[in-house]
């Protein structure tokens, strides 16, 4: 019996000694932490474990916790509490999320430098907040390489799963890797150096950016001044302000010396009306750029842009001779730079700028003047013509003093016209058309057609029939909004305006037809019934005639109040 219980005791202890926490389990514990995530709602969404692998609060968790948090926040094994600042990259492949938690004099774990050999010990260490702490030993049984470089290795057996998403160490107590999900037999753990490809760039992988696109958490911005500017630049372009808002004061913070953030912070600023910030952001930007030149003409744009764009609410610090001083600053530092290409381009670039503001505050003069000299130098080009085209319309000139310039861009271009020529030739038979020139206006359009490839919408077939039939050209408007129903069958508009036309050369039943195609389509078109009932009494159908008649009347109808009163 001795004999036996001693047998047993050994045994006991044996089990007990293979299952001892490591001695390095207090220190490392300091380091990691459980994590609570949360939906947009504020619902807890998921519930896991992270750890701190960088100074700062840099801190790697398992993706699938992350995944659909709009808010995530950590505690630490002394029960201090922190919010997920920002997510710095993510991978849905291997299940790894990289980010910073908002501490400060964090804990970090010290990652191992090199794969481990097959038959290592590893120790899982969970959070003792979770009253799980570590595993039992576990060795490397298997190694793969991921991506050429990072190990992915296979255990002689598997692990809690509670412990997945938990820190794994070699013996000497060096963070080796992050636990996964058991497969079959044996548990997985994929090496901690996977964190180093983990990053916010301008430009992600497609993976990347499907697994950031699912996480609601504001993102960090990439590691370098300039790859970080790239990413503004395309976010700018696809996310709400606030958003955009974060990303850049993001930048502000880690690169307060450079002028582009404030310049950049501004545009959103303007847009939530926060104009007295973007201004001071604008100044801060003019005193730190170094190309004084480019600084005085962006803000310039920026005010310019407020004022076109969002004139209200006013702010009066901004007017547009505001933004004449700032451009004609421009224009006088960048006069004084040698003469080259660049100068060259920038003097012509700031000089537009300002004609365009002086346009914006109805100084058409002004412009003209600007666009005028531009023209006498070597860099003339069309859109010179056209801008002064346009000034010379705002000022109310003679329809051929308008169209005078056009003609001469046009005649820049040479002949034949180049593509780039139509929106020359389409302004100008608008202009006929305003002036009541239709078949000067027809043969513009028939240009501007014909420039396009013929790859014209509905909307200009509508337009020309329109011009056509002022100009009595009717069959040529028939076939011209017969072409804008084939293109789009399901506007109502162009079935009316057929029926006005049909019902005008006395095509009764075409007319008939396209009114109720124009009803059945909205029945609220009050013009529909209008032309329909007057189709209808001219084929002597007075009954249906007054019953459209009457329902065009209903809805406010004064000419078809007319014509029954004239024909009953």
Known sequence: MNRITSILISFFLAFTFAYAQPKFTSKVQKAIFSVNTYDKD???????????????????????????AYKATITEGGG?????????????????????????????????????????????????????????????????????????????????????????????????????????????????RFREGL??????????????????????????????????????????NEEYMDIVNRFV?????????????????????RFEEADNDLQKYLSLVEDKATGNFNVASSIFDKLRLQPEP???????????????????????????????????????????????????????????ALNQGENRAPSYYYAICLAREGRGDSLRAVIEPLDSALAMMGNPLPSEASNYVIRRGQLYANAGKYREAVQDYNQYCYLMNNKVSAVFYYERSQIEVNGRMFQQALDDINKAIEMEPREPLYHVEKAALTIRVNLLDECIQSCQTAIALNPNIIDAYRILGYAQLQKGDKKNAQINLQKAIDMGDESAKKIIETYF
């Open 80 to 192: 201090k509490q922190a919010d997920v600042d920002c997510i710095l990259g993510a991978d849905d492949t291997y299940s790894m999320v990289r980010f910073r938690v908002n501490t400060k004099g964090n804990a970090v774990l010290t990652p191992a430098s090199s794969i481990q050999p097959i038959g290592t010990t590893f120790h899982v260490i969970g959070n003792a907040n979770a009253g799980s702490t570590a595993t039992g030993l576990a060795t490397i049984a298997d190694t793969a390489l991921i991506q050429g470089k990072y190990a992915y290795y296979g255990l002689n057996k598997q692990v809690d799963t509670k412990l997945v998403g938990a820190p794994v160490f070699n013996d000497a107590g060096n963070l080796v890797g992050i636990l996964h999900a058991p497969m079959g037999e044996k548990s997985y753990v994929l090496d901690i």
């Open 199 to 240: 990053k916010m760039e301008a430009i992600p992988s497609r993976s990347a950016s499907l697994a950031l696109s699912n996480i609601f958490i504001p993102k960090g911005i990439p590691d370098t001044a300039e790859e970080a500017l790239v990413y503004i630049y395309f976010k700018s372009r696809n996310t709400s």
């Open 314 to 372: 006013a702010y009066e610090k901004w007017t547009f001779d505001t933004a004449i001083q700032y451009v004609d600053q421009a224009i006088s530092l960048n006069e004084a730079k040698p003469t080259n290409d660049e100068q060259k381009a920038n003097d012509s670039k700031y000089k537009i700028l300002k004609a365009q503001i002086l346009m914006g505050k109805s100084d058409y003069d002004g412009a003209i003047s600007i666009y005028e």
């Open 42 to 68: 504020g619902n807890l969404l998921s519930q896991g474990v992270g750890f701190y692998v960088g100074n700062n609060g840099e801190a790697v968790a398992d993706y699938r916790i992350f995944k659909g």
């Open 253 to 273: 913070a880690a690169y307060p010396q450079n002028a582009e953030g404030y310049l950049r912070r501004s545009t959103p600023l303007i847009d939530l009306l």
